[in-house]
């Protein structure tokens, strides 16, 4: 198998008990990390309360062919930690990429991992293998050291062989023999970035032709012998009642079976259009009470806190005393309304009983959360619950739970039968969770030379990420409201970085033009934070910001922000016609991460980000009200199209002197502020909503005579 095969790691995974495997390993090599070590993974000890087990952990196995095979919790999502982690462990055991398998993601052998979130894949897991390549690296070359009699000092390790002079010998050739299970305790000496082969190349990455050929088997595509279709009965509102259910007209039909327990009402049948058909058929009667909706929103969100939550106030200073002595001050309301995940594959699962074993393939971000949900709903040990992640169609943070997989097994269990199920694209709107909605609210004090003296800032319920001002303010107050949300909310791509930094960074736009300083010049003066105003000057330089006067019809913002390990600056170029539509022309974003591990991926991960934090800027709201989701359908929910994707410039700053950080998320959060910045800076009007053009055009600008 080759880090390029997914096939081959479907096969391995699906076909071989990982009890069988520990065993099938007496011709190979096994690397293991002892419990005691620093490494542990991201979710180790302090992940929840979970302990790891005291069993030895296998990470890598080396074949007898001499391929080597990597297991790893985390899971392939779109962002390429499958290319981008295996490269890793190739750079410290020195293979080539090519004999690299990575099998990620399936709770019968991989250990213990608390989820793929939080751009965590690259600073925590990426260590913690290839750590244990170099480990496997080092036993290697004492054992070969060993067999000639020499001091492995003298031994060099290239293209997965051991040489001394005119002698070599091949990984392979030396774990033919014997079973040899090896415990690692200790740090390992790790590779210097300056020194890397194979980390910071543009690999191409691990199975791209079987996704672009359209081979690779995603969770909806998984079929299993004699396996049925899953559909489930919904409720006609959010928090509704069930009254009364008639599932006479469905159990009529032929080769259907109707699953109720309690209020779960399930069909399985023999193809998918008939379960639909089924559950549209059940008659079923509903309660739905009142309900809270887009009207009055955000004064819902500051007058009804969650008395199950607190923020506590952050701060330094006196806000009062600054303000008291500023001689400008900004006070204003900025709203984010929810938004939809909308991947492009919706949850799907596929469940299966066998001998009192349930396996689920499922889209998760998270394999071991939804075995616990399964074990906890069936009652089961983990040793009879097995999830497999097939790389998914994307999850943007909105795959956390284990809705499908829950519902595939119960329907499973009772048709004694595999059932798949695959929510339909309303569902996946209707009943997913939401990134959250949110009301902030700024005050600032500044003096005339531009030097910040006072910032408040206070959220309430978007969240608390990046709620921190990187600006360096003496008097300064940072709260986090929690409110009771109308709808399910959660985790969605950079959190609720994306709104504090719209607020922050529109904030900081409005205050350097309240003292007449230049947008930029503004920043630098307040920001002592060498690496965030690195990426500020190396955007501002690509972009050429200050040549171009703005007009009423074009206009220019600069935003910048960090989190997670990432620094970013965003330079917008806007257009503004006649009709007071606004699109995006032109955006050039600089980065800066650590360490690059594979150049091409993170400027896909960068382009990628940008296009989709457009829709969030600009265009995506959830409608809802009575209950309801209004536009739970993609012919009704603006996402952005190839006509709105403007020219893309990607800058990355690789500083092979810092650890490499996550790439995933903070690549989101300077975009809209950016882009509000240029349309005031065309137009006058201070845009403080997000989405700011729900129907492609800007509330509050003129038709014509555009300034205010």
Not at 44 to 72: P, Y
Not at 199 to 204: I, K, L, Q
Request: proline share 5%; charged share 20%; aromatic share 8%.
């Amino acid at each position: 198998m080759s880090a390029v095969n997914q096939r081959g790691l479907e096969s391995f995974a699906a076909t071989v008990d990982r009890r069988d495997f520990l065993k099938g390993v007496a011709a190979g090599l096994l690397v293991a990390l002892s419990p005691g070590t620093a490494w542990m993974q991201e979710s180790g000890r302090a992940g929840g309360g979970h302990e790891l087990s005291k069993d030895i952990s296998a990470w890598i196995h080396i074949d007898a062919d001499g391929r080597v095979t990597v297991m790893t919790g985390k899971v392939e999502v779109g962002q390429n930690i499958r290319t981008s982690l295996a490269q890793l462990v190739a750079e410290e055991l020195r293979v080539p990429f090519e004999r690299i398998t990575m099998v990620m993601g399936d709770t019968d052998f991989v250990p213990w991992d608390m989820g793929t979130f939080g751009s965590r894949s690259t600073p925590t897991m990426g260590p913690q293998l290839r750590m244990m390549a170099a480990a496997a690296r080092t036993m290697l070359m004492d054992q070969a050291a060993n067999q000639w009699g020499v001091d492995a000092g003298s031994l060099t390790a290239h293209e997965g062989r051991i040489s001394a002079g005119s002698r070599s010998v091949s990984y392979g050739e030396l774990t033919r023999g014997d079973k040899l299970v090896k415990v690692v305790s200790g740090e390992q000496a790790l590779t210097p970035a300056a020194e890397w082969k194979i980390v910071g190349t543009p690999v191409h990455k691990a199975g791209g032709r079987e996704f672009v050929t359209g081979r690779h088997e995603y969770p909806s595509d998984i079929t299993r012998p004699g396996m049925l279709f899953g559909a489930v009965l919904r409720p006609e509102g959010f928090n509704a009642k069930l009254v009364s259910a008639d599932a006479s007209a469905a159990e009529s039909m032929p080769e259907v079976k109707v699953i109720r327990d309690g209020h779960f009402i399930g069909v399985a049948a023999a193809d998918a259009f008939t379960a639909q058909k089924a559950v549209a058929a059940i008659g079923a009667k509903w309660n739905v009470p009142p309900q809270q909706g887009n009207e009055g929103l955000f004064e819902y969100l500051k007058n009804n806190p969650d008395a199950g939550e607190r923020g506590r106030p952050q701060g330094t200073g006196s806000v009062e005393q600054g303000i008291s002595g500023a001689d400008a001050k900004v006070e204003e309301r900025y709203t984010v309304q929810y938004i939809a995940h909308a991947p492009l594959e919706p949850r799907a699962a596929v469940a299966e009983w066998e001998n009192g074993k349930l396996t689920v393939w499922t889209g998760t971000q998270r394999p071991f959360g939804v075995q616990q949900e399964l074990m906890d709903y069936f009652k089961l040990p983990a040793a009879q619950v097995r999830v497999i992640q097939p790389d998914m169609g994307s999850g943007y943070g909105g795959k956390h739970s284990g809705e499908a997989a829950l519902e595939a097994a119960r329907l499973s269990k009772a048709a004694g039968k595999p059932v798949k199920l695959v929510w339909t694209r309303n569902e996946e709107f209707t009943w997913a969770y939401l990134r959250p909605a949110g009301l902030i609210e700024i005050r600032a004090g500044v003096k005339h030379d531009g030097s910040l003296v006072a910032w408040e800032h206070h959220n309430y319920n978007s969240g608390p990420s990046a709620i921190e001002t990187p600006y360096d303010v003496a008097n300064q107050v940072i709260q986090y409201h929690p409110a009771k949300s109308p709808l399910r909310q959660g985790s969605y791509r950079a959190l609720a970085a994306t709104a504090n930094n719209f607020a922050r960074e529109s904030h900081m736009d409005a205050v350097a033009h309240a003292v007449r300083m230049d947008p930029l010049e503004f920043r630098l003066k307040n920001l002592k934070n060498e690496r965030l105003r690195a990426v500020l000057q190396a955007a501002a330089e690509k972009f050429g910001w200050g040549k171009t006067k703005a007009t009423e019809q074009r206009g220019f913002g600069i935003a910048c922000g960090t989190d997670k390990g990432g620094y970013i600056a965003c330079c917008a170029e806007v257009e503004i016609d006649a009709s007071k539509s606004v699109r995006v022309r032109r955006i050039v974003t600089g980065w800066e991460s650590g360490a690059v591990v594979n150049p091409d991926g993170l400027r896909n991960q960068q382009m990628g980000a940008v296009v989709q934090a457009l829709g969030g800027a600009l265009f995506e709201h959830i409608l809802f009200g009575d209950g309801k989701i209004r536009n739970a359908y993609f012919a009704q929910y603006r996402l952005p199209r190839f006509s709105d994707t403007p020219e893309i410039e990607i800058v990355v700053l690789d500083r092979k002197d810092l650890p490499s950080a996550g790439a995933g998320e903070s690549g989101l959060i300077a975009l809209a502020p950016a882009v509000g910045n240029a349309i005031f800076a065309a137009t006058g009007v201070r845009v403080r909503n997000m989405p700011m053009a729900p129907d492609s055009k800007v509330p509050g600008i003129a038709e014509s005579g555009f300034k205010s």
